[in-house]
């Protein structure tokens, strides 16, 4: 199955960077770090691409992030570096509001089917945290959308950092890498096929 590597970026304050990475059914969260700078981040996500090998990587493009994403594309990263924007259109307008909601909607089903995700009361917290409504207006009239990071810290609760990690390693569909040692060779047609028998 494609491993897929997802990093949320925080840089000073009270959220926290996340590093995770999902295969399959499986997640694992890699690293959690509060107060490191844009170029610390960048070491840890590079340190995690050389160890893992996923087969994509997905950072947060907004805000902080687009910081991490240069430096990784300035380090040569980028042949499998994708940029997340929370807020860019849905692929399916009619049912999600934005981008951001859907992944949490693909990773609800994920979650659904059956998947295992770390004993971590904090990832639990994220998951259950953000509320969600459906939109009403012109704009995807009757779409979900996702409760909005600043309502949650208004009434409390953190930034679910732990879960958009986990929400956007479902921001990309690639196919695995090929196996090494496994080489399929052609089928060959002999002209002298015909003498056969």
């Not at 049912?95 to 693909?106: A, D, I």
């Not at 994920?110 to 969600?132: F, M, N, R």
Request: with cysteine; glycine share 10%.
């Amino acid at each position: 199955m494609p491993k897929i590597m997802a990093v949320d970026v925080a840089r000073f304050g009270d959220d926290r960077s996340i590093i995770g990475v999902r295969q399959g059914r499986h997640y694992r969260i890699l690293g959690k770090y509060c107060g490191l700078d844009l170029v610390q981040l960048a070491e840890r996500v590079s340190s995690f691409i050389d160890a893992e090998e996923p087969d994509a990587t997905v950072v947060d493009g907004d805000g902080y992030g687009a910081g991490v994403i240069d430096i990784l594309r300035h380090r040569n990263y980028g042949s499998t570096l994708h940029e997340f924007h929370g807020g860019a259109n849905a692929s399916d307008c009619a049912m999600y509001f934005n981008k951001r909601t859907e992944v949490w909607g693909w990773m609800r089903d994920w979650l659904k089917a059956g998947a295992q995700i770390p004993d971590d009361s904090e990832l639990e917290v994220d998951l259950t945290a953000p509320g969600y409504e459906t939109t009403r207006g012109k704009r995807f009239h009757g779409s979900i959308q996702l409760e909005h990071k600043e309502d949650l810290k208004s009434r409390g609760e953190a930034s679910p950092d732990d879960g958009d990690t986990l929400a956007m390693t479902f921001a990309v569909k690639v196919a695995p890498k090929p196996k090494q040692g496994i080489q399929r060779q052609p089928e060959i047609i002999s002209d002298l096929a015909w003498m056969a028998g």
